[in-house]
Antibody, heavy 117, light 111 residues
Framework: EVQLVQSGAEVKKPGESLKMSCKGS????????IGWVRQMPGKGLEWMGI????????RYRPSFQGQVTISADKSISSAYLQWSSLKGSDTALYFC??????????WGQGTLVTVSS | QSALTQPASVSGSPGQSITISCTGT?????????VSWYQQHPGKAPKLMIY???NRPSGISNRFSGSKSGNTASLTISGLQAEDEADYYC???????????FGTGTKVTVL
């Protein structure tokens, strides 16, 4: 069974760093793009970027370029989303997602990030 | 890359049919048959309902169907049921460097 399991909820202060994880199982992790999706409170889904764990080819949506870093460690079937300095506007629910060609066929359960002083 | 345009809300009575539109451009919906639709209940992860415009994944009811004409894709839910009440998002492959774009989302209410 294909599963994407994300790390737990985080409560952070502005300016702090954060690295969240998404661990894949039940399939060859290196063969599928993994995407990260943001959902701000009460808002819609937004693609942040995608990574191909096989060679770490990474694409960012322009509005997220330079704001976050997406990485992967294929040896442990994990993808990561990280911030070096969080802002209040980063408060959101974040999903990782497995791309099967043109669509997402499996989603992580989501990681809630709350940034507040 | 702007989001695809969906109506904010659509409603219908049990048993009725509703259609949600998803309007893009000639850089995404209009040029690729790579439109997918997702259902999301509050606080939950989205769920794939339709891929490649009109294909249903295994386990998805045939009450859900998809189509496309020009720059606009559509999701139709027939025989509306209470459990269909959720948010629905379209997504398309795009020529831009970001590769994928979501729609603005539509809240479906079952009256």
């Amino acid at each position: 069974e294909v599963q994407l399991v994300q790390s737990g909820a985080e409560v952070k202060k502005p300016g702090e760093s954060l690295k969240m994880s998404c661990k894949g199982s039940g399939y060859n992790f290196t063969n599928y793009w993994i995407g990260w999706v943001r959902q701000m409170p009460g808002k819609g889904l937004e693609w942040m970027g995608i990574i191909y764990p096989g060679d770490s080819d990474t694409r960012y949506r322009p509005s997220f370029q330079g704001q976050v870093t997406i990485s992967a460690d294929k040896s442990i079937s994990s993808a990561y989303l990280q911030w070096s300095s969080l802002k209040g506007s980063d408060t959101a629910l974040y999903f990782c997602a497995r791309l099967s060609g043109d669509h997402v066929d499996h989603w992580g359960q989501g990681t809630l990030v709350t940034v507040s002083s | 890359q702007s989001a695809l345009t969906q109506p904010a809300s659509v409603s219908g009575s049990p048993g009725q049919s509703i259609t949600i539109s998803c309007t893009g451009t000639s850089s995404d919906v209009g040029v690729y048959n790579y439109v997918s639709w997702y259902q999301q209940h509050p606080g939950k992860a989205p769920k794939l309902m339709i891929y490649e415009v009109s294909n249903r994944p295994s386990g998805i009811s045939n009450r859900f169907s998809g189509s496309k004409s020009g720059n606009t894709a559509s999701l139709t839910i027939s025989g509306l049921q209470a459990e269909d009440e959720a948010d629905y998002y379209c997504s398309s492959y795009t020529r831009s460097s970001t590769l994928y774009v979501f729609g603005t989302g539509t809240k479906v209410t079952v009256l």
